[in-house]
């Protein structure tokens, strides 16, 4: 699996951006996978941001992105966004997708398991 990862930018507080990850290649089927959103900002650890489940589309946020971002896919396209509004500057990171099948909703979550990781996009908010 190869995810491609872009939308980022340099964006006001309060302003939006819409990142997307585009999944790629071959043997597989995306309905066993999920999709997460990490970020990681300088001098902090990598941390979940939101993640969806291909098969059934059910999504995941961390409580201070709850209200302000969406994720949401497209199956067509095999891409999932992150549509991030009023945004502030402790979202200011580079933003990774990741891949991985055979998570539960306790553990899309977890970092750790991700074993399909795209090149991060870097989400700049100034205040």
């Known amino acids: 699996v190869q995810l491609q990862a872009s939308g980022g930018g340099l964006v006001q507080a309060g302003g939006s951006l819409r990142l997307s990850c585009a999944a790629s290649g071959s043997g597989f089927t995306l309905d066993d996978y999920s999709i997460g959103w990490f970020r990681q900002a300088p001098g902090k650890e990598r941390e979940f941001v939101a993640g969806?489940?291909?098969?059934?589309?059910?999504?995941y946020y961390t409580d201070s992105v709850k209200g302000r971002f969406t994720i949401s896919k497209e199956n067509a396209k095999k891409t999932v966004y992150l549509q991030m509004n009023n945004l502030n500057s402790e979202d200011t990171a580079v933003y990774y997708c990741?891949?991985?099948?055979?998570?539960?909703?306790?553990?899309?979550?977890?970092?750790?398991?991700?074993?399909?990781w795209g090149r991060g996009t870097q989400v700049t908010v100034s205040s």
């Open positions: 969806i489940r291909w098969s059934g589309g059910n999504t």
């Open positions: 990741a891949a991985q099948s055979g998570l539960i909703a306790t553990t899309v979550s977890r970092r750790d398991l991700y074993s399909y």
